[in-house]
């Protein structure tokens, strides 16, 4: 795998600090900082190097709960493996500290400042998602100006002092990698944000921003939020094992029920009253009652029979085989009512009965598992 390296005379001189100011320097050392960088650059094509030490991340369990923590990839940062983006009393309740924002969703952000003070803010864990901040050219992308404003704004509604995840909700092709690297560690910094991370990003280009950290002494980012589901396997199965072993980035997944399609309740057509009805999710409904969409129906019904065995509903088993993947630092629900969380929650319940047996026969009948290499985390 290959990464791109910025590596010019400007850089050169410069500091590793966001405000440093460019002075003299000799050929000679403008010459070995030049034979370093290529050195890093070589290095981090054969992804084999910068590898962390190997690290124990136990996963354990709450004690009234029964909720699961993991580690966010290989930072310090425990997560419970589900999090959520709404009902934030019952799931903090039920043993949730993780919950998941972004500056698109201004409105729900703004009611999360009731939920908060009536908790430790120690004791939860905020995310939140940095691109689509307004209309505006300068109120989206990953520049510094945005990135930094963006984030400002978000804290404002939410009224909080800093967030503990900032993500990059998308590449910015726009912008250079080294001054998306910089703005967020600058935020870092300045205590705004403890960690970053990187959501519907590449391989390819998360590697870019940890070669760029690498370079300029610089924060690289501990996560990746990408699609994860029965019927969306490659990336988080295949590539980001392969990241967290060589770099420690971890992978926090979303939509476990793809938008509703794993609940089965679109299996005689599309409700009236159901998310792909709507005209802004007219995809959604082409995609259901497409050939791919009734094969996927078709697949649903036999896994409702090993639902059934299990004594579980279709969406605690797709919750629950994202879950039996350990790779996976924690699940994201986008629940829209208690009952759908309470449900959901329940995955937790289901996860002990994941077995190897259970995984195979659920991979028999999707017929989609993607090749890997390596057994991760073994």
């Not at 850089?11 to 050392?29: E, F, I, M, W, Y």
Request: glycine content about 8%; charged content about 20%.
């Amino acid at each position: 795998m290959q990464v791109s390296i910025a590596c010019t005379d400007h850089n050169l001189k410069r500091g590793n600090g966001d405000h440093s100011k460019q002075s003299a320097t000799s050929p000679n050392v403008v010459n070995q900082a030049r034979a370093k960088f290529r050195t890093v650059a070589i290095i981090a094509r054969s992804f084999g190097s910068f590898t962390p030490r190997h690290i124990s991340l136990k996963e354990s369990t709450g004690k009234h709960t029964g909720m699961k923590y993991r580690n966010l990839g290989k930072s310090g940062l425990r997560v419970s493996c589900l999090g959520l983006e709404q009902l934030m009393t019952i799931a903090y309740e039920s043993g949730v500290n993780l919950f998941d924002t972004a500056e698109v969703y201004a409105g729900v952000c703004h009611l999360l400042c009731f939920f908060f003070p009536s908790y430790r803010r120690s004791s939860f864990v905020i995310t939140t998602k940095l691109y689509w901040g307004g209309k505006a050219e300068t109120e989206r992308g990953l520049s510094r100006k945005h990135i930094i404003e963006g984030l400002k704004g978000s804290l404002q509604r939410m009224q909080l002092e800093y967030v503990d995840v900032v993500f990059a909700n998308r590449p910015d092709s726009n912008t250079p990698m080294e001054e998306i690297v910089r703005a967020m560690t600058y935020v870092i910094n300045q205590g705004m944000a403890m960690y970053w991370g990187t959501s519907r990003w590449t391989a390819m280009e998360i590697m870019e921003a940890y070669s760029v950290a690498r370079q300029f002494n610089l924060i690289p980012p501990v996560c990746e939020q990408a699609e994860y589901h029965l019927f969306q396997r490659e990336k988080v199965e295949v590539q980001l094992p392969e990241l967290y072993h060589k770099i420690g980035v971890g992978a926090m997944t979303w939509s476990p029920l793809a938008c509703g399609i794993i609940t089965g309740k679109y299996e005689n057509g599309i409700p009236e009253s159901s998310r792909a009805s709507m005209k802004s999710y007219q995809w959604l409904k082409e995609k259901i009652i497409s050939e791919d969409g009734r094969k996927q129906q078709a697949k649903l019904k036999e896994l409702n029979h090993i639902a059934e065995k299990l004594g579980c509903t279709l969406p605690q088993l797709a919750v629950a085989w994202c879950l039996r993947n350990e790779g996976v630092s924690s699940v994201l629900l986008g629940t829209s009512n208690p009952e759908q969380l309470t449900e959901n929650l329940g995955a937790i319940q289901v996860l002990p009965k994941m077995t190897s047996h259970v995984v195979s026969e659920i991979d028999h009948i999707l017929g989609n598992r993607p090749y890997s290499k390596r057994d991760y985390r073994s």
